[in-house]
């Protein structure tokens, strides 16, 4: 006979009752443990590993990409200027950097930093103003490379020690040229092409994406001091008697220069692959696991901006010949603008982003210059006050983030950017010239005067960078080369009576640059808000001409040039991650 003990068979003829008991209590425990086992929770999983501690020491080297504003100023060997003197060369900046990081402790770090950009300015402005009875001239700045040798110094924070805040400063070169060109019908000049060492100061961020890599966005002041250049020979006009020659003299030139750089560096030795969110625990299959679809934000913005819009009429019909000018009128205003904006992270890290947006000049004034010496005028410069009209503008980029992780983002995109700018102009008070010669009588500013209406095509190439600070704030920027642009224009001189036709249509292709950086406070998961800061540059100097009064060509060159930057205020929302 056998004896059936909690799942286990014992012979009870073999076993004596003593002996029975001891098998049930045994029998009876090992179930018991197995039953338990069944039931009992996984054990908790070991705690994360420490953040990995980042260190800055060694060699890098990466690329940039941003944009500099130059500012020349010219001064009048004949005396205080009385209208310009001061060019405005924007460019768009790209370029490489090497560099060597020593991080002494967890704190601090020092280093030096080299770096070249080639650049795209082209500026011009009027110069030797000295009066309205001298043939003044037209000043132009073009410059083509920056190179800068500075040491750093910087703050290390953030978790793990992978945010630097630092500054840095040294020597600056920049290679240019500079001309001098005296207005119609004289065609005397001088140039200026040798290279200016300065000094350079400025500041950044820097944040260390994964062990290999880093992105920074940073600022830049370059200032090359003052020197001598030779002014061309000019003519001065006696009311009543006639032109007297003015000799050569000697300008001084001051020049200074702001950029904006958007920049990813690569640290020798490191692992290009890795990752930081679990460096130590999977190493780079963590690439694996980034979500490939994102979230969808979108949002407004209200932006208030400056702007200011040029063209230079040249006296002849040769585009070799920009310097040498007949007409310019250069239009400044304010706007103020409400926006639409979104961004999309779609599959395989691509991301779709843009905005749209329009609004209203709230004031300007506009100059309009003239070089016409055969008629009496040596010089005549009108002012007309107020300034009225709207802007329009859209921007639509496709990119793809090169990195990307939980509180960070890096990538390359292209895009297209509409920008339309309608203004017309009021009144007339000559401001200098020979009396009575251009707006005799002041025109009320209640009066149309003329109306300039131009429209923008660019192609944008750039990087987007974003940021975590930590804390909820965000910084994101953006910088676009605008390597070719189309302007299309129509000016119309309403109150010339001495032409048949008083509209002109103008066009002509160039090159531009945009610029915009955002720091903004995440509230939760969903909802956002930011201040932010915005310059676009575009400019056309390569076949811009106008059928001027509509005439037939052969027609007049004209290169135009326009600026607009401001700050805007900004609310978003984010919806959940697509699955």
Request: with cysteine.
């Amino acid at each position: 006979m056998a004896r059936r003990l909690v799942g286990i068979l014992v012979p009870t003829n073999c076993v004596s009752p003593m002996r029975q008991i001891i098998f049930a209590a045994a029998a009876i425990t090992l179930a018991a443990g197995t039953a338990a086992a069944a039931d009992l929770p996984l054990l908790p999983p070991l705690p994360p590993a420490a953040p990995v501690l980042w260190n800055w020491t060694g060699l890098y080297w990466g690329a940039h990409l941003g944009g500099s504003f130059g500012a020349s100023s010219f001064s009048d060997p004949a005396g205080p200027g009385i209208y310009g003197g001061n060019v405005r060369s924007p460019a768009a900046m790209a370029g490489i950097q090497f560099g060597y990081n020593y991080q002494p402790n967890a704190n601090w770090l020092i280093g030096v930093e080299a770096d070249l950009s080639a650049l795209n300015g082209n500026g011009t402005n009027s110069c030797m103003v000295s009066s309205g009875l001298v043939i003044s001239a037209n000043c132009r700045v073009r410059q083509d490379a920056l190179a800068t040798l500075t040491g750093r110094a910087g703050l290390v924070t953030g978790p793990g020690g992978r945010t630097l805040l630092y500054a840095k400063g040294g020597a600056a070169f920049l290679s240019e040229r500079l001309d001098i060109t005296v207005g119609n019908p004289l065609r005397s000049s001088t140039d200026n092409s040798d290279g200016r060492w300065g000094w350079t100061a400025g500041a950044g961020i820097e944040q260390a994406l994964a062990p290999a890599w880093s992105v920074k966005f940073e600022y830049n002041y370059a200032n090359f001091g003052s020197s001598d250049m030779a002014t061309p020979a000019s003519y001065r006009l006696v009311p009543w008697v006639g032109y007297f020659p003015t000799p050569q003299g000697t300008s001084k030139v001051s020049q200074d220069l702001h950029a904006v750089k958007v920049g990813l560096n690569l640290k020798f030795g490191g692992d290009v692959d890795a990752r930081f969110d679990d460096y130590h625990l999977r190493g780079s299959q963590a690439a694996n696991e980034i979500v490939e679809r994102g979230a969808v934000e979108v949002g407004g913005r209200v932006w208030y901006s400056s702007g200011r819009f040029q063209k230079d009429l040249g006296n002849t019909v040769n585009q070799g010949s920009q310097n040498h000018l007949i007409s310019r009128l250069t239009y400044q205003s304010t706007a103020a603008s409400g926006e639409a904006f979104g961004r999309v992270d779609g599959p395989y890290d691509m991301f779709l982003k843009g905005f749209a947006g329009g609004g209203t000049l709230l004031s300007g004034r506009m100059n309009d210059e003239d070089w016409i010496a055969n008629r009496g005028i040596p010089y005549s410069n009108t002012l007309h006050d107020p300034v009225k009209g709207s802007i329009a503008y859209a921007t639509l980029d496709l990119g793809y983030n090169l990195l990307r992780g939980p509180d960070y983002k890096f990538g390359g995109f292209v895009g297209y950017n509409y920008y339309r700018e309608n203004k017309s102009a009021y009144g007339c008070v000559q401001t200098a010239g020979p009396t009575g010669q251009v707006c005799a009588d002041p025109v009320p500013n209640t009066v149309l005067a003329m109306t300039q209406n131009n429209t923008w095509h660019s192609l944008r190439v750039g990087f987007n960078g974003e940021i975590g600070l930590g804390r909820g704030l965000k910084l994101s920027a953006d910088a676009a080369y605008l390597p070719y642009v189309k302007t299309f224009g129509v000016d119309n001189h309403v109150m010339r009576t001495d032409v048949t036709d008083t509209v002109s249509p103008e066009q002509g292709t160039g090159q531009g640059v945009q610029l915009e950086a955002i720091l903004s406070y995440q509230f939760n998961n969903a909802f956002s808000v930011g201040a932010g800061a915005r310059y676009w540059a575009m400019w056309a100097t390569t076949n811009a001409y106008t059928n001027i009064f509509g005439s037939e060509c052969p027609c007049q060159t004209l290169p135009e040039r326009t600026e607009r930057y401001g700050t805007f205020l900004q609310a978003a929302y984010k919806f959940d991650t697509l699955n």
